[in-house]
């Protein structure tokens, strides 16, 4: 088995965090298109890599054991 090296590793869990990020947008956006509208705006902005590199970063924490999750 073959190792990954950290550059890869970073890569992926910024792909990660891009798909999660695109993931929450498209739900967003259905949700947006099936409600009736009332004149409100629609304007769901897409996510970009700096959005990608925040949730990355907070996948990255959840690793390495930095932030304890409040999950209960």
Do not use: W
């Amino acid at each position: 088995m073959a190792h990954s090296t950290p550059y890869e590793l970073r890569f992926q869990m910024y792909g990660s965090a891009l798909e999660r990020l695109k993931e929450q947008y498209f739900a967003k956006l259905e949700e947006t298109l099936s409600s009736p509208t009332d004149g409100g705006s629609m304007d769901i902005p897409f996510p970009t890599a700096n959005d990608a590199i925040a949730e990355a970063s907070i996948i990255m924490d959840f690793v390495n054991g930095d932030k304890l999750c409040a999950c209960n």
